[in-house]
């Protein structure tokens, strides 16, 4: 099971969460009895049994309770050379900018593909090929709707996605693209004349990062120094919100080493207002996030639980919000792995527990399954989806199983 500790003396709660990982079961447990250290670390234990230990590694890991200030202000989604970059100095951009890369792009030398990316159109009865594939998934990202990682395909995560944006917008939910929702997903003039392809220059620090052979076990995790990337175009892919293929196919003499300069997709800015509800549909599998006046503002593709584990019912709250965690798993010997964090870690980068014992949402190591696995009832996101998320929830936040 995970038991849950905050390093911040603010704390006060910590929440629950179960799921099914990688064929074993693991769980997190809380305790509203948190004592908080000279150190300013707090520590939560449980007088039920654990199997799984969830931790932040240090407190400059540590998630303010006020990350989501009802003051933030809305920031759009335009970017002009620099992406994922919030302006202003709320709780919630300094959460985000913390949490979330800032990429500094051109547009100079870009190939004929992303250029012919980048000015592609749709109209009604003509098929979507992979230019506007490309091109509509970064509108729907850019609108706050994700459609996981960007590949070009017009697939399921996308067809979700763009449900969304109808719903979000009043306009009529269908299968199919239609006239009505791309031109309410293209009205926007300073949105459509910002890339989707952008060039990027490859600095040290993209491709010299530890990276590692992630095995199969616990036991063998846990003798690692940390659950890193497993190739350096697995970090890429990750920075950029694409999938790891298509940036291989951008890029297809690309040597990815310092200095380079390669083809990404530009995420744009992520969504900034706070938010006080969210609600995991189980049908749809997807997170949808309203702000306080009831507004539909983003939606996620997730994972929800499965026919053996289903997930629960009803409406619970955020109780504890956690970067960069790691966890101790207890094995029926009593013998106890602690696997260190990382974006492999079994649940990403975020881990966000909620008041119902066992549940809560966190991130993944596998972003191109989400929508396509099964959990064990927790609420599963990429990792950047993860992030944002964590940036701009509200401790308290309502969690609503649909």
Same mark, same amino acid.
């Given at each position: 099971?995970?038991?849950?500790?905050?390093?911040?003396?603010?704390?006060?709660?910590?929440?629950?969460?179960?799921?099914?990982?990688?064929?074993?079961?693991?769980? #997190?447990?809380?305790?509203?009895?948190?004592?908080?250290?000279?150190?300013?670390?707090?520590?939560?234990?449980?007088?039920?049994?654990?199997?799984?230990?969830?931790?932040?590694?240090?407190?400059?890991?540590?998630?303010?309770?006020?990350?989501?200030?009802?003051?933030?202000?809305?920031?759009?989604?335009?970017?002009?050379?620099?992406?994922?970059?919030?302006?202003?100095?709320?709780?919630?951009?300094?959460?985000?900018?913390?949490?979330?890369?800032?990429?500094?792009?051109?547009?100079?030398?870009?190939?004929?593909?992303?250029?012919?990316?980048?000015?592609?159109?749709?109209?009604?009865?003509?098929?979507?090929?992979?230019?506007?594939?490309?091109?509509?998934?970064?509108?729907?990202?850019?609108?706050?709707?994700?459609?996981?990682?960007?590949?070009?395909?017009?697939?399921?995560?996308?067809?979700?996605?763009?449900?969304?944006?109808?719903?979000?917008?009043?306009?009529?939910?269908?299968?199919?693209?239609?006239?009505?929702?791309?031109?309410?997903?293209?009205?926007?003039?300073?949105?459509?004349?910002?890339?989707?392809?952008?060039?990027?220059?490859?600095?040290?620090?993209?491709?010299?990062?530890?990276?590692?052979?992630?095995?199969?076990?616990?036991?063998?995790?846990?003798?690692?120094?940390?659950?890193?990337?497993?190739?350096?175009?697995?970090?890429?892919?990750?920075?950029?919100?694409?999938?790891?293929?298509?940036?291989?196919?951008?890029?297809?003499?690309?040597?990815?080493?310092?200095?380079?300069?390669?083809?990404?997709?530009?995420?744009?800015?992520?969504?900034?207002?706070?938010?006080?509800?969210?609600?995991?549909?189980?049908?749809?599998?997807?997170?949808?996030?309203?702000?306080?006046?009831?507004?539909?503002?983003?939606?996620?593709?997730?994972?929800?639980?499965?026919?053996?584990?289903?997930?629960?019912?009803?409406?619970?709250?955020?109780?504890?919000?956690?970067?960069?965690?790691?966890?101790?798993?207890?094995?029926?010997?009593?013998?106890?792995?602690?696997?260190?964090?990382?974006?492999?870690?079994?649940?990403?980068?975020?881990?966000?527990?909620?008041?119902?014992?066992?549940?809560?949402?966190?991130?993944?190591?596998?972003? #191109?399954?989400?929508?396509?696995?099964?959990?064990?009832?927790?609420?599963?996101?990429?990792?950047?989806?993860?992030?944002?998320?964590?940036?701009?929830?509200?401790?308290?936040?309502?969690?609503?199983?649909?």
């Amino acid at each position: 099971m995970y038991q849950l500790t905050k390093i911040s003396s603010a704390l006060a709660a910590l929440g629950l969460s179960t799921f099914l990982l990688m064929g074993q079961s693991f769980a #997190a447990t809380n305790d509203n009895n948190t004592n908080a250290t000279n150190d300013n670390s707090a520590n939560a234990t449980s007088n039920a049994a654990t199997n799984e230990t969830v931790t932040s590694n240090a407190a400059s890991n540590t998630v303010s309770k006020e990350a989501a200030a009802n003051n933030a202000k809305d920031i759009s989604p335009v970017t002009n050379g620099v992406s994922q970059k919030v302006a202003g100095n709320s709780r919630a951009a300094v959460s985000l900018n913390k949490f979330l890369p800032t990429i500094k792009y051109t547009t100079e030398n870009l190939p004929a593909v992303a250029q012919k990316i980048n000015a592609a159109t749709w109209k009604e009865g003509t098929k979507i090929d992979r230019n506007v594939g490309t091109k509509l998934q970064a509108l729907l990202n850019w609108n706050q709707n994700g459609v996981g990682p960007v590949d070009g395909y017009w697939g399921k995560n996308t067809i979700k996605a763009m449900q969304a944006f109808q719903k979000a917008n009043g306009l009529t939910v269908t299968n199919d693209l239609n006239n009505e929702t791309w031109q309410a997903l293209t009205k926007n003039e300073k949105l459509m004349t910002q890339p989707v392809l952008v060039s990027y220059q490859l600095s040290e620090a993209d491709v010299n990062i530890k990276t590692t052979s992630i095995p199969a076990g616990a036991e063998a995790k846990a003798k690692l120094d940390g659950m890193y990337y497993e190739s350096v175009t697995e970090g890429l892919a990750e920075k950029f919100h694409i999938s790891e293929k298509y940036l291989k196919t951008l890029n297809p003499t690309a040597k990815f080493i310092a200095g380079e300069t390669i083809t990404v997709y530009n995420p744009g800015n992520p969504n900034t207002k706070p938010v006080s509800r969210v609600v995991a549909d189980k049908a749809t599998e997807t997170l949808y996030a309203y702000d306080a006046k009831d507004n539909l503002i983003a939606s996620y593709p997730t994972t929800v639980g499965s026919t053996a584990t289903p997930s629960p019912t009803g409406t619970h709250t955020v109780e504890v919000k956690v970067h960069e965690p790691n966890y101790t798993y207890t094995g029926n010997d009593g013998s106890k792995a602690i696997i260190p964090p990382g974006p492999n870690n079994p649940v990403g980068l975020v881990w966000i527990g909620l008041s119902k014992p066992s549940y809560g949402i966190h991130g993944s190591p596998d972003p #191109a399954r989400i929508s396509r696995q099964a959990s064990a009832g927790c609420i599963r996101l990429t990792n950047w989806d993860a992030l944002a998320l964590l940036g701009v929830i509200q401790n308290g936040a309502t969690v609503e199983f649909k």
